[in-house]
Structure formats: structure tokens, C-alpha cells
């Protein structure tokens, strides 16, 4: 294990001692979890739920969202804001796995290596990596790591991560670093610390429990 993965099991280690061992809310079916990380793409967590549990009592399956008229599906998921993308987004992908299965069953994935599911899930419009990372990692129990706006940036300042390196680039990256049985409980407690702590607008390195790993903390300090 060289140095900076030795570091990024450090601050896994710190941040569980810290936060303790954190538990997502249950996992949803692969297509389901699919749906809500499209409608979760710049909002919060409470208008993405509230976008999908909308969805969820409008249309009785995803077979009736896909073939659904555009207008009614866009108008349903409001809540998740950018509505008019994240509709006909919604539709196209629906509509492309059934073109490619047949059906709108996901649960060949869990059959798949996590690099051929990956590649299965990316190959759509508006499933990038993040998408597919949490799709495989929440719902499929598969060794990914999803790299969000909160974890790129504290990867960033933590120096785990080349500050030009594209957030496409961080995905690889980071599962590299970090050991695959600590992917989830690492994902969460970094967003976490993200949003409480490291946070955009200011880092609160005095509340950190990483500035001692931490390069942009040691230059504050």
C-alpha cells in the first residue's frame, strides 16, 4: 500500500471513530435507485424523495412512466427541479433498457462483474459515472465509489486526489485508493463531513476531525 493509500485509510478510519459506521436509508431496487440519482442532479436530498415518491403515485410501474407523455411525467417531478431535462431524460433511459432487454428488469447486473455492469450502465444518455456508481454500490451491493460534488471537493483539499483531475477521472482514482470493503461507509461519512463541516462556502477546519491528514487544513492552520 503506498503512502496516499495509506493516508485514505487513515481518514476512513478517523472518520468512522468520529461519525461511526453510517447506514443509508434502505436499498432500493437497482432501476428504482437509477430513477432517483437522475432526479437527485442539482437538488437536495428532501426534493429529490419528494420528485420520486410523486412519481412513484402518479404512474402504478416504470413500464407506465416510460410510456407516459412527456408533459405528464415533466410536470410530476417538479419538486426535483430542472424538470423539463430530467423528464424526458427519465423516459429515454426507460425506454432505451427496454430497447436493449426487452423488459425493465435490472437484476441481471447483480450477475455481472462491477466493471461490465459499469459499461452496461454508462453506455445510456444521462447515466454517467456517479449515476452508475451508486446504482452499483446502494442497490447491487458491488464494490463502486460514487464521487459527488461533496466528496470531489473534500478529496480536493485533503490532497487524496491531483487538484486538475476531472470528477470522471476521481472515480477510478479514488477506488483505487481506498480498499473496496470500506467504499460505502467511506462515501457517506465524507459526504457528511462535506456538508457539516467542509463545506463549500467555508471549510471549518477548528470542527475537523481530518485536519491533522489534511493539506489544505495544515496550510490554515
Known amino acids: 500500500m503506498n503512502r496516499l493509500a495509506q493516508r485514505a485509510l487513515k481518514i476512513h478510519e478517523t472518520l468512522l471513530a468520529f461519525y461511526g459506521e453510517p447506514t443509508w436509508r434502505n436499498p432500493l431496487p437497482a432501476l428504482d435507485e437509477l430513477v432517483s440519482t437522475i432526479l437527485s442532479q442539482n437538488t437536495n436530498d428532501l426534493n429529490r424523495d419528494r420528485a420520486f415518491d410523486a412519481l412513484r403515485a402518479k404512474f402504478p410501474t416504470w413500464e407506465a412512466v416510460r410510456d407516459a407523455k412527456e408533459k405528464d411525467v415533466i410536470e410530476v417531478i417538479r419538486p426535483a427541479g430542472l424538470a423539463n431535462q430530467k423528464g424526458p431524460r427519465i423516459q ?35 447515466v454517467g459515472p456517479k449515476t452508475a456508481a451508486i446504482v452499483l454500490c446502494f442497490s447491487l451491493n458491488k464494490p463502486a465509489f460514487p ?63 481530518l485536519v491533522k491528514l489534511c493539506d489544505y487544513g495544515k496550510r490554515v492552520k
Open 92 to 126: 429515454q433511459v426507460l425506454k432505451a433498457i427496454t430497447k436493449e432487454r426487452g423488459n425493465l428488469d435490472l437484476s441481471f447486473l447483480s450477475e455481472m462483474s462491477v466493471e461490465d455492469a459499469r459499461a452496461w450502465l454508462t453506455q445510456f444518455n444521462g
Open 147 to 209: 464521487v459527488d460534488t461533496h466528496i470531489y471537493r473534500v478529496t480536493g483539499r485533503l490532497g487524496l486526489r491531483p487538484q486538475r483531475m476531472t470528477v470522471e477521472q476521481a472515480h477510478p482514482h479514488l477506488e483505487a485508493l481506498f480498499p473496496p470493503e470500506t467504499y460505502y461507509a467511506a462515501h457517506l461519512n465524507l459526504i457528511r463531513l462535506g456538508r457539516e463541516i467542509c463545506t463549500a462556502r467555508k471549510a471549518m477546519c477548528e470542527k475537523c476531525p
